[in-house]
């Protein structure tokens, strides 16, 4: 069955008016588009160093969020797509005031880093009466707009904060520190790039706000919503399909978006009615849409900007951060798919009718056909893009751009027989949709996404580069695809205006894609600025070293027990926030406490897996009540219990609160330590059994319902899968110590980008000899071991028997996990001579399929006494 084309109703309004702060938030998105754009560069307009920028940024957040968020009571004035004001006469000039002044006042502030930059570089750390009356009242603007659009629980975190900072000289003895003076902290926070307008913001200004906007840009020209029905036209037909397809989409979604709160509100309005048609629970098919969004932010390439925020945190390539990442998404994944199966087997639920039968191996042909496409298409711009820059080398962006636009012209002409009004394709879905029509109708919506995609990981642009050329492409196919398709389907032969129409609609589309993507971006500035205070409060206090003293003396050593008290406080501290501001607070401060304690007992823990780790059960925050926002979000659209339902969708999300633990203790999860292909995808393959089968032992139901010797014996073959070590180092260690002159040929013997286990010995002041184990991640193969040291970041003075460390360059990968100037480098460990523990995994194996064995046996057993 054919879908109906799109017809523009040359007679409807376009509601054009934005009001005044829509057109501030508007000129908000054009500035971040040219900062971002090589133009100012070859132009020399607006050229604008960083802190600048970020000063910018934060000013329009602030003027806007007092505008967008007024007192509770009061309407405020010109609001994003509102009419005239209600209120009139004083009392309405009064309301506008309460908005429009404090916005005013903040926009100053957090502009006062822009305006006044060459005075305040020229006096660092001695700020004036006037500096520091700007940067208390900024502070508590800032933090009054962080309560209008969180609530209160960020702003009481970062008051104890405070209250820790001055008067922490009468803090208990363990956590005291000698207080630190209201110059120093406001200049520290406010009037330089140590707190507020540090990384965190700078993230948001660099390059978040572009992948927000482009994520904004993306639904207002339909591409959510062509995902959820491409997604259902592939998924829908199968058991608890809608379900399915949920999964899918958010997966799809996670590529861009940047909450899980986001993600739910966006695709969990189509979604959760379906899941509920075919029959699941009201409780159990907004705990999917939960369980799928939260997933969403684990997806690279964006992970909720954490990616980006983990390029500057931990000082490692983006790339990187990407592959380390990736298999503990695709098991999240694939994980909350097989749940929805087992779910819907369970419950004998089945999905939406076909149209028409199809046999598997049609359906396998299309998929393969589809895939093998996907790749050659993938080859051949390699090709084509390389063959371009080698014969044309000057000229070679032009004809790159007159490629895509042709593509774009192409694509668009495939989808514009099949492209649905903007109601149409919001409506629910009541049949299955045919996946030819229902595919090609968003056609030319992979380009952008491809594009951002190809610039990121093939390209390696940066991400502020890469996001601008993607979010460009975008807006033209914004701009432009209505009156091309009214155009290439012969539409405005038959009305007269139908072309106009078009042109007009796409320019709305465009102005309101931009402007709510600014929108968007007035709660993650301000979050992300506020939580520059966090960061800025731990670096002034050192209260991190004084959580990892307070850990280590609760836990009495023991990394499990330590691993279990930093996941309960990234849960409390995660509670409320959004992914970007959550993944700020709980690295800034409990990512330093895993890898400190645990290298203290002899465990290193890469620093990636301690940010992984704190990332993750932050995220899981955003489930469980009475703070889940994502949950209350899909449980008022599915009409739901909010308790039971973050209750299932933490139960949904048991892998998630799994995976962090064994990464961090056999790192190999993180593809770290893995020697070629083979290996990689051994440790993939394993992965995913493995975490298939905790799903089993988690829902009590594997080829049927399990018994309670079954799921133990499931669960021991799960942990064998994941950390085969766990068994073989009862047996024999899988480390052996090199000292004295062994250290310096085994630190040239490694390869690039390996991760070095380093045995450290420091002095602390009160005499003590205290020892460390420490991963030190180096850089490139050099056949000079003091030179990778030295791209380490240690200067080291060889000695007989160990080697000095110096020195430790600042914000080296060697400063973050805590190596320190006047400590010893005693030995290096690498790996012994014993029997691999990838071994283990065949007993593992064999314990599964005897269980599943049994399981078919007794089914079939029943199956004559159902009859």
Known sequence: MREHSANVNVDRPLPTRLGVAGWIALTWALFQLWVASPLPIDTGVLLLGETRVRSIHLAFALLLVYVLHPVRGLSGAGGVGRGAPRSVGWHGVWAQCRGWLPGLLGAFCAGYLALFHRYLAAHPGDPAWFDLTIAVLGLLLLLEATRRVLGPAMVLLVAVLFGYTFFGAHAPELIAHKGVTL???????????????????????????????????????????????????????????????????????????????????????????????????????????????????????????????????????????????????????????????????????????RLRSSSWQRTATRFLAGLAAGLLVMAGVAILTGGVRQLFPAGSGWLIALLLLLAYLALLRVAAPHMLTREAAEARITRLPEPGPALKSGAHFVLPVGLLVWNLVVERLSPTRAAFWATLLLMGVVLTQRALAVWMRGEHREHAGALGAAWREGWHDLIEGLSTGARIMVTVAVVTATAGIVVGTVTLTGIGLVLSEVVEVISGGNVLVMLVLVAMICLVLGMGLPTTANYIVVSSLMAPVIVTVAAQNGVPVPLIAAHLFVFYFGLLADALPPVGLATYAASSIAGANPMRTGIIAFRYMMRMALLPFLFVLNPQLLLIGVEGVAHTLLIVASATVAGLVFIAVNQNWFVTRNHRHERLLLLLATLVLFHPGVVMDRFASPWRALAGEAILPAIVAKPANASLRVIVHATQPGGNEVERIVALRLGEAHEDPLHRLRVAGLEIVPEEDHLNIVEVRFRSPAARVGFTPGSRIVAIEVRSDRLREEWMFLPALALIAWVAWRQRRRVALEKPLAV
């Open 183 to 353: 110059g120093r902290t406001m200049s520290h926070l406010w009037l330089s790039t140590g707190g507020v307008f540090g990384v965190a913001l700078g993230v948001s200004a660099g390059f978040l706000f572009l992948f927000v906007v482009f994520g904004a840009l993306l639904e207002r020209a339909g591409g959510a919503a062509w995902l959820v029905r491409a997604s259902m036209s592939l998924l829908g037909h199968l058991r608890g399909g809608p379900a399915k397809a949920a999964v899918g989409v958010s997966a799809a979604t996670g590529l861009v978006s940047g909450s899980s709160m986001t993600n739910v509100v966006t695709t969990g309005t189509l979604t959760i009615p379906l899941i509920k048609r075919v029959g699941l629970a009201p409780e159990r098919a907004a705990a999917v849409e939960v369980a799928s969004s939260v997933n969403g932010q684990v997806m690279p390439p964006v992970m909720g900007a954490a990616a980006f925020l983990m390029v500057e945190y931990v000082g490692i390539p983006y790339l990187e951060v990407l592959r380390h990442a990736l298999i503990s998404a695709l098991i999240s994944y694939l994980g909350l798919l097989y749940i929805v199966h087992l779910e819907s087997v369970k419950a004998d639920l089945r999905g939406l009718p």
